[in-house]
């Protein structure tokens, strides 16, 4: 799996993909959206600026992956405060995450689907024919960029990669460890983001 990002004439990006890429782009892609979680359905009768308004969470999420998705805001592992510092933090981090979390969710959620609905249009029209290769708009490439970026720390966390490693210890497992197809995941998702970032550099 060594697909990498092209750039496009005039904006956008391009990535060739065989079916088994494809396969596992959107299994991963499918079970982000799983991790994320189910938008607010709409209710019949109700006001839309409800929705608009509604509140969010108030505490970080119980799952570590989803807790790196969406961290607090203020505070963190680095910082070594006070206890009152620490108790202001908490309650600022509260507040923040009520009036965002609805919102930052729907957006991860909205970049999961753009690569869902990109390998499968690619896949319907590629079905049998060998590799395909995917057409991205600026918009797009911006959308697949955040959802690699959200499984890649979905899958770092998972495997508990830490910022001060760079996962060379995981690249050196035996193919027998359980954990290597997610390794490799991991690795590929890290070369196409990479050069999907290079595509949308002016």
Not at 119 to 142: I, K, M, N, T
Not at 173 to 196: C, H, I, N
């Given at each position: ?23 596992i782009l959107r299994s991963l892609a499918v079970q982000l959206l799983e991790l994320i979680g189910p938008g607010a ?22 799952d570590p992956a989803l807790a790196r998705l969406f961290p607090d805001a203020y505070g963190g592992p680095d910082r ?50 060998g590799p395909g290769v995917l057409e991205l708009s600026p918009e797009q490439s911006r959308q697949w960029l955040g ?56």
């Amino acid at each position: 799996m060594a697909g990498h990002f092209e750039p496009l004439p005039g904006g956008g990006a391009r990535l060739a993909l065989d079916e088994v890429e494809i396969s596992i782009l959107r299994s991963l892609a499918v079970q982000l959206l799983e991790l994320i979680g189910p938008g607010a359905e709409p209710v019949e009768g109700r006001d839309p600026l409800d929705a608009l308004f509604a509140e969010g969470p108030t505490k970080p999420p119980a799952d570590p992956a989803l807790a790196r998705l969406f961290p607090d805001a203020y505070g963190g592992p680095d910082r070594k405060p006070g206890a009152e510092e620490e108790a202001a933090a908490r309650a600022a981090s509260a507040e923040f995450r009520r009036y965002t979390e609805n919102d930052l969710r729907a957006r991860k959620r909205e970049d999961a689907l753009a690569v869902v609905r990109g390998l499968d249009a690619l896949a319907g029209a590629e079905a049998g024919a060998g590799p395909g290769v995917l057409e991205l708009s600026p918009e797009q490439s911006r959308q697949w960029l955040g959802a690699l970026n959200d499984l890649r720390l979905a899958i770092g966390t998972r495997l508990e990669v830490t910022d001060e490693d760079d996962g060379g210890e995981l690249l050196r497992l035996p193919d027998s460890d359980p954990r290597k197809p997610m390794v490799m995941a991991y690795f590929w998702l890290g070369g196409l983001q990479e050069t999907l970032v290079e595509t949308l550099m002016p």
